[in-house]
């Protein structure tokens, strides 16, 4: 499923919830129009590592960040295996991939858009104008 949010495209693989895609939209709405800060949605995590991952990244809280490092240690694991699950990510937005930052910089963002779309997204979590970084 193909959304826009603030101008950027994500693909979502609508077969990993549980939920219509019509909820999906809806909560997607709410969230855009920054009327829901969680996802109250049935995710199927892939086992292994990209499932560890995507865990860790639903943790993260509405307008935080967690770098890659915090990530894979709280995983035991590397934080180049920790960046490369994020961009495997099948539901960017639903599962905040955006969340994941670098220590000294932004990190990756592997959606249509790519950093720009991760530093808006950020943006409009923590109340910043979104034009700051076009």
Do not use: W
Request: charged fraction near 30%; glycine fraction near 12%; proline fraction near 4%.
């Amino acid at each position: 499923m193909r959304v826009e949010i603030h101008g950027d495209a994500y693909e979502l693989d609508t077969d990993r919830v549980a939920e219509a895609e019509a909820e999906i939209r809806r909560q997607l709405a709410a969230y855009a129009a920054g009327e829901r800060e969680a996802f109250d949605l049935t995710v199927d995590y892939p086992g292994g590592h990209l499932g560890d991952v995507m865990r860790a990244m639903a943790a993260i809280p509405y307008g935080e960040t967690r770098t890659y490092g915090d990530l894979a240690a709280e995983l035991d694991s590397g934080a180049v295996a920790v960046g490369q699950a994020c961009g495997a990510n099948p539901l960017p937005i639903v599962v905040p991939c955006h969340r994941v930052v670098g220590v000294d910089d932004s990190g990756g963002f592997s959606a249509a858009g790519g950093v720009d779309a991760k530093r808006r997204l950020l943006a409009f979590e923590r109340g910043e104008t979104l034009d700051r970084f076009e």
